[in-house]
């Protein structure tokens, strides 16, 4: 984890596999990151019908838009992921993918149900904010 950024977990709320706020120092640069969506170089989307597969093109797509940042998944500070469907277990299944491929950094996220998505055939988007040290 970036050793700047506190990730605030509560022991008066419920026990969660995220943290419930983080608190970034003011001299730290905001990154504000567009939807990751789970396209390949083509502008297609992929693994129309796959929640999990979806969900991990989209943490690649992240990556390596934090990459040309010159950041990484520990310098995360907040993410939102919004997944195509009104069925839970759809939900859950893009957040576990997700939160795997954060690890030990267990930052905090919103995790929304919508109908429908920018692309065609689009299930999963992750929204995240970063911070990185002022150059």
């Known amino acids: ?14 026990q969660v596999d995220y943290a419930y706020a983080s ?31 979806q969900a991990k093109i989209c943490v690649e797509n992240l990556k390596e838009a934090l990459n040309e940042c010159g950041a990484s998944l520990n310098d995360v500070v907040y993410t939102r992921v919004l997944v195509a469907s009104q069925n839970r277990s ?9 939160r795997n491929e954060f690890g030990d950094h267990d930052v905090p996220s919103t995790l929304s149900g919508v109908t429908v998505l920018g692309y065609a055939n689009q299930l999963v988007e992750i929204e995240a904010v970063a911070a990185l040290e002022k150059r």
């Open 1 to 14: 984890m970036n050793k700047n950024i506190s990730l605030i977990h509560s022991t008066n709320l419920a």
């Open 90 to 98: 759809d939900l859950v299944t893009a957040w576990e993918t997700i």
């Open 23 to 53: 608190r970034v120092p003011s001299e730290m640069e905001l990154l504000f990151l567009a939807g990751a969506c789970p396209l390949n170089k083509d502008g297609e989307v992929l693994n129309s019908c796959d929640y999990n597969l």
